[in-house]
RNA sequence: GGUCCCAUAGCUCAGCUGGAUAGAGCAACUGCCUUCUAAGCAGUAGGUCUUUGGUUCGAAUCCAAAUGGGAUCACCA
């Protein structure tokens, strides 16, 4: 495909310039694909050319399609509409092109030799994961799939953010009404029953608040006075003095809320080459405190904090290290970014981080770079917006919350009422029935999450199941599924379809063509989403892949075709649209059945 | 207030580096299962692309401003 568009550039060039002596590099010459309503397959705009020419657009058009006829093999014909150049490309050309896809089944670019770190999913250790976080793990998943598959080096790396004064809340709390109970004792998971306190703490913290203020103190001096907060603080403090016993509540609490995120993470199929913990990495800016100090890049107040000027970034004056000496959060994270640059020595460093901290990731990538830091260029910020519910922003203090595992339970349970509606269950054992359940309910969710343009902030109504008709993971899915029954069907009849099996097919129909040049897109489409770091781009292309494939699916018959070489032909075209949509979807991180 | 992001059909969203009459899905309405899975396909209806200027042969797309929405500007993370 890549080639056939050379080609025609390359042609076009030639065209231009033994038509009308203009001279044009074929790289920049922009084709476009035609509208549907027209015939043919690419298109040429002519308008920018006129003044060369000294000919009307539609002149143009003609003088050039004529030559192309004549002397571009590929072009099989072509029409003229105003100033658009509408070139049809020969049916041997798209078998041809078929042909060579089948022999290239990887479906990965050449290698990079680059190397990639993918930081995504950096929870908390005092709540589960709810659908925010969700978008950014099947975010942070499918970059690192799509970079992996340009060709790229990929490690995907987890910033567990395991300490501060927010998982003291939920200790705390715990400490005063938890009972020392289990997540076993409670029967739910480890990290939903830190959860669990952590909302505890607020309630009473909010509590003592209004006791304060009905006392008649301010607002503000309540929130810093109650003595659960002081408390909190002081448990932070003990904290980092290294205190036996809040160390083993710490380790305690912490190990069951990584027990729940586990399960969480495979139940959604993420994973990570490598964890990093706050806990161990917080202290590590200080060294690049230091320098910064030495190469003035940083300066020291008289009460001794460490600020940054940025205003000639057009950002702000920032503080790096507290009068005290103790670190903030960008310290850490100008830590963390040396000490991943010194593990794997990256090109470029991803971080899947909501849009909240746009700021931030402009200030740390500033610092770096005023630090002289090699890498400071590398880093690429993958901001995302946030998930709404129709009430508003979510709050994990308040609990209102649309709990990650939950929504999952549910969208299983959605899958199995859509599929036992439609009746499609028969001759499959329980496991079989769970596992296709989990495939369609991560399927709908994933696509859901991932088709929108991650920039934007988007709306989830829990009220209204996600889809499975339409533009959904299911709608894909069930393509899959379609084919793979006509390869088993073909596999029944000792069909072969192998390209010697289809030498010869006489003519191609209108649907098959539109399905291989959706299929020849699909190295650039890669391309173009590593380049975007953008799944979006992947999962409409998928779509528009399937729904090609299903507009073929019911114009022609495959077993009823009486030439053999064509029935052949179109097995092998579902063969290789199944194979294109399995690769895609799996960039997405989504699974496809064979049956459903 | 400064900075950044967003605004396209009733709803949810596509629209690549500017190109033809702006596209899908959902919802509404019409057809299509004795034929490979109807979670499908075909069709009808639905739009001053927030507004105003500018650049251009040509703007949803680029630039500027306005309006509306959001984020951020912590010795929180």
């Given at each position: 495909?890549?080639?056939?568009?050379?080609?025609?550039?390359?042609?076009?060039?030639?065209?231009?310039?033994?038509?009308?002596?203009?001279?044009?590099?074929?790289?920049?010459?922009?084709?476009?694909?035609?509208?549907?309503?027209?015939a043919?397959?690419?298109?040429?705009?002519?308008?920018?050319?006129?003044?060369?020419?000294?000919?009307?657009?539609?002149?143009?058009?003609?003088?050039?399609?004529?030559?192309?006829?004549?002397?571009?093999?590929?072009?099989?014909?072509?029409?003229?509409?105003?100033?658009?150049?509408?070139?049809?490309?020969g049916?041997?050309?798209?078998?041809?092109?078929?042909?060579?896809?089948?022999g290239?089944?990887?479906?990965?670019?050449?290698?990079?030799?680059?190397?990639?770190v993918?930081?995504?999913?950096?929870?908390?250790?005092?709540?589960?994961?709810?659908?925010?976080?969700?978008?950014?793990?099947?975010?942070?998943?499918?970059?690192?799939?799509?970079?992996?598959?340009?060709?790229n080096?990929?490690?995907?790396?987890?910033?567990?953010?395991?300490?501060?004064i927010h998982?003291?809340?939920?200790?705390?709390?715990?400490?005063?009404?938890?009972?020392?109970?289990?997540?076993?004792?409670?029967?739910?998971?480890?990290?939903?029953?830190?959860?669990?306190?952590?909302?505890?703490f607020?309630k009473a913290?909010?509590?003592e608040?209004?006791?304060?203020?009905?006392?008649?103190?301010?607002?503000?001096?309540?929130k810093?006075?109650?003595?659960?907060?002081?408390?909190?603080?002081?448990?932070?403090?003990?904290?980092?003095?290294?205190?036996?016993?809040?160390?083993?509540?710490?380790?305690?609490?912490?190990?069951?809320?990584?027990?729940?995120?586990?399960?969480?993470?495979?139940?959604?199929?993420?994973d990570?080459?490598?964890?990093?913990?706050?806990?161990?990495?917080?202290?590590?800016?200080?060294?690049?405190?230091?320098?910064?100090?030495?190469?003035?890049v940083?300066?020291?107040?008289?009460?001794?904090?460490?600020?940054v000027?940025?205003?000639?970034?057009?950002?702000?004056?920032?503080?790096?290290?507290?009068?005290?000496?103790?670190?903030?959060?960008i310290?850490?994270?100008?830590?963390?970014?040396?000490?991943?640059?010194?593990?794997?020595?990256?090109?470029?460093?991803?971080?899947?981080?909501?849009?909240?901290?746009?700021?931030?990731?402009?200030?740390?990538?500033?610092?770096?770079k005023?630090?002289?830091?090699?890498?400071?260029?590398?880093?690429y910020?993958?901001?995302?917006?946030?998930?709404?519910?129709?009430s508003?922003?979510?709050?994990s203090r308040?609990?209102?919350?649309?709990?990650?595992?939950?929504?999952?339970?549910?969208?299983?349970?959605?899958?199995?009422r859509?599929?036992?509606?439609?009746?499609?269950?028969?001759?499959?054992?329980?496991?079989?029935?769970?596992?296709l359940?989990?495939?369609?309910?991560?399927?709908?969710?994933?696509?859901?999450?991932?088709?929108?343009?991650?920039?934007?902030?988007?709306?989830?109504?829990?009220?209204?199941?996600?889809?499975?008709?339409?533009?959904?993971?299911?709608?894909?899915?069930?393509?899959h599924?379609?084919?793979?029954?006509?390869l088993?069907?073909?596999?029944?009849?000792?069909?072969?379809?192998?390209?010697?099996?289809?030498?010869?097919?006489?003519?191609?129909?209108?649907?098959?063509?539109?399905?291989?040049?959706?299929?020849?897109?699909?190295?650039?489409?890669v391309?173009?989403?590593?380049?975007?770091?953008?799944?979006?781009?992947?999962?409409?292309?998928?779509?528009?892949?399937?729904?090609?494939?299903?507009?073929?699916?019911?114009?022609?018959?495959?077993f009823?075709?009486?030439?053999?070489?064509?029935?052949?032909?179109?097995i092998?075209?579902?063969?290789?649209?199944?194979?294109?949509?399995?690769?895609?979807?799996?960039?997405?991180?989504?699974?496809?059945p064979?049956?459903?």
């Open positions: 495909m890549k080639n056939l568009e050379q080609k025609i550039r390359t042609a076009l060039a030639a065209a231009l310039q033994n038509t009308f002596s203009i001279a044009v590099e074929p790289a920049t010459i922009s084709l476009q694909p035609t509208r549907k309503e027209f043919g397959t690419f298109t040429f705009v002519t308008f920018p050319y006129t003044k060369q020419a000294g000919k009307g657009p539609e002149q143009i058009g003609q003088a050039l399609g004529e030559y192309l006829k004549e002397n571009a093999p590929e072009i099989s014909g072509f029409n003229v509409v105003k100033g658009f150049l509408n070139l049809e490309i049916e041997n050309v798209w078998l041809e092109l078929f042909r060579e896809m089948l290239n089944t990887e479906g990965k670019l050449p290698d990079t030799g680059k190397k990639i993918v930081e995504y999913s950096s929870p908390n250790t005092n709540k589960p994961l709810h659908l925010g976080h969700l978008r950014n793990n099947f975010l942070g998943y499918s970059v690192s799939e799509i970079l992996e598959a340009a060709g080096h990929v490690t995907k790396v987890n910033l567990v953010n395991d300490r501060g998982i003291c809340k939920s200790m705390l709390a715990y400490q005063l009404f938890g009972n020392e109970e289990t997540p076993e004792q409670a029967g739910i998971k480890g990290d939903h029953l830190a959860g669990r306190y952590y909302v505890m607020d913290y909010k509590q608040i209004d006791e304060l203020v009905k006392n008649g103190m301010e607002v503000e001096t309540a810093k006075e109650a003595p659960l907060m002081k408390e909190a603080q002081e448990m932070l403090k003990k904290w980092e003095q290294g205190d036996a016993e809040v160390l083993a509540l710490w380790k305690q609490m912490n190990a069951w809320v990584y027990q729940g995120f586990d399960e969480t993470y495979q139940n959604i199929g993420v990570f080459h490598k964890y990093y913990y706050e806990s161990e990495t917080y202290l590590l800016g200080k060294e690049r405190v230091e320098e910064g100090l030495a190469k003035g940083f300066y020291k107040k008289p009460d001794g904090s460490v600020w000027d940025l205003k000639e970034e057009g950002l702000d004056e920032k503080l790096v290290l507290r009068a005290d000496g103790t670190s903030v959060y310290t850490q994270d100008l830590g963390t970014a040396e000490l991943k640059y010194q593990e794997f020595s990256y090109d470029t460093s991803v971080y899947v981080i909501a849009d909240e901290q746009n700021y931030h990731m402009q200030v740390l990538k500033a610092i770096l005023n630090l002289g830091k090699p890498y400071a260029d590398g880093i910020h993958l901001s995302y917006g946030m998930v709404d519910l129709p508003g922003k979510m709050k308040e609990g209102t919350v649309v709990d990650a595992d939950e929504l999952v339970e549910e969208m299983n349970e959605t899958a199995r859509k599929t036992e509606e439609l009746g499609k269950i028969e001759g499959f054992s329980e496991m079989e029935a769970k596992e359940y989990h495939k369609l309910a991560m399927g709908a969710l994933k696509y859901f999450l991932l088709k929108v343009d991650p920039k934007k902030r988007m709306l989830f109504n829990p009220e209204e199941s996600i889809e499975f008709q339409g533009n959904t993971g299911p709608f894909i899915q069930y393509t599924a379609r084919i793979a029954a006509i088993r069907k073909a596999a029944e009849m000792d069909i072969a379809y192998d390209e010697a099996a289809f030498a010869k097919v006489p003519a191609l129909h209108e649907t098959e063509a539109e399905v291989i040049v959706q299929l020849g897109g699909y190295e650039k489409m391309q173009e989403a590593a380049n975007l770091f953008a799944p979006s781009i992947v999962a409409q292309y998928a779509y528009e892949l399937a729904k090609a494939y299903n507009r073929f699916y019911t114009e022609v018959s495959i009823q075709e009486t030439n053999l070489e064509t029935r052949s032909f179109r092998a075209l579902s063969g290789q649209v199944a194979r294109t949509i399995k690769k895609a979807m799996g960039l997405l991180g989504i699974q496809v064979d049956r459903m």
